[in-house]
């Protein structure tokens, strides 16, 4: 492979991860949701969505399984624009289908390459540790190996220094991590370790599972003390004017975290599901929640008002 790689990521958390290994200069595109550091904003793009904008939670989910049904991808990629960049390494995901490009959307661009194919890295992590494995794998893949091992030692610094703060509080209240709204989910993978991180305990998902579906009687028999909203590639704005289906639920008054101010809802699009750097800022997000004490906003993350 070349000394200086040149690196297509069609998946936001791997195009962080790229920069954190020093990739910046030679990231030649992106994929339509790849929209930090923001300089990579002016890297060609190289994918799309068949989801229209403005749609539900619920009808976003509809729409999904239709395309699925009838046997197709939510992406397409723009297979053209892609081979005439000439990548030595492409980054994208195997994990969700519908959360990012995959393998299977690449088959018909790597199948009519002309030349040597770039190598793919497929990330797929399941936990924390994964995560990290994958900052290795990529800066293996682009021998930045040494580079990759010092961003992964001083992420995992920060994170440890902030579960030493968030232990000396004494508590851990319980939390509800919710990573879609209708149908409800909650957030598994790597939240319930972050959640941990931050001083509470998880409810709902198991470290290193996919997120499950949330039936909301058991959310009404948990009764958390804290309930974060984070919806999948939700920013606040698209979150605050999806909540009606479950703030207008009978019962959700009645629910402890509800009736003591402590319902928030942070950034799901920039972090939460972006397994890369910026878990370690999602960390402090769940802790600044916990912590908030009357405070109803901080970066990231807003509080709803009391009801």
């Known amino acids: 492979m070349a000394a200086s790689p040149r690196v297509v990521s069609l998946l936001p958390s791997a195009t962080e991860i790229a920069v ?25 793009v190289l994918t799309s969505t068949k989801l229209e904008k403005g749609l539900t939670s619920l009808e976003i989910d509809r729409r999904v399984q239709e395309i699925v049904r009838q046997g197709l991808s939510v992406y397409a990629v723009d297979a053209e624009r892609l081979r005439a960049l000439r990548p030595d390494v492409i980054l994208t995901q195997s994990q969700c289908a519908v959360c990012a490009v995959t393998p299977a959307d690449l088959e018909e661009s790597l199948a009519a390459w002309v030349g040597t194919a770039p190598t793919m890295i497929s990330l797929a992590p399941d936990d924390l540790n994964d995560v990290w494995g994958d900052f290795h794998r990529v800066g293996e893949a682009v021998g930045a190996r040494d580079k990759a091992e010092r961003a992964v030692d001083a992420l995992r610094l920060r994170l440890a220094d902030l579960q030493v703060r968030t232990a000396a509080r004494g508590t851990r209240p319980t939390v509800a991590a919710i990573e879609w709204i209708e149908p409800l989910m909650a957030a598994g993978n790597w939240v319930p370790e972050l959640i ?40 606040l704005p698209q979150t605050l004017a999806d909540l009606a289906p479950l703030v207008e639920r009978p019962g959700w008054r009645d629910l402890s975290a509800v009736r003591s101010g402590r319902v928030f809802v942070a950034d799901g699009h920039h972090f939460f599901n972006r397994p890369g750097p910026r878990l370690v800022e999602s960390a402090q997000i769940i802790a600044d929640c916990i912590d908030a004490d009357g405070k109803t906003e901080g970066k990231g993350w807003l509080a709803l008002p009391r009801v």
């Open 20 to 44: 954190a290994v020093g990739l910046g200069d030679q990231l030649l595109g992106r994929s339509h949701e790849c929209d930090f550091p923001p300089f990579v904003q002016a890297l060609p």
């Open 196 to 235: 941990q991180i931050a001083g509470g305990d998880p409810l709902f998902a198991q470290a290193g599972q996919h997120s499950p579906w949330l039936e909301w009687d058991a959310l009404v028999a948990a009764d958390p003390d804290v309930i974060v909203m984070m919806p999948c590639g939700y920013q």
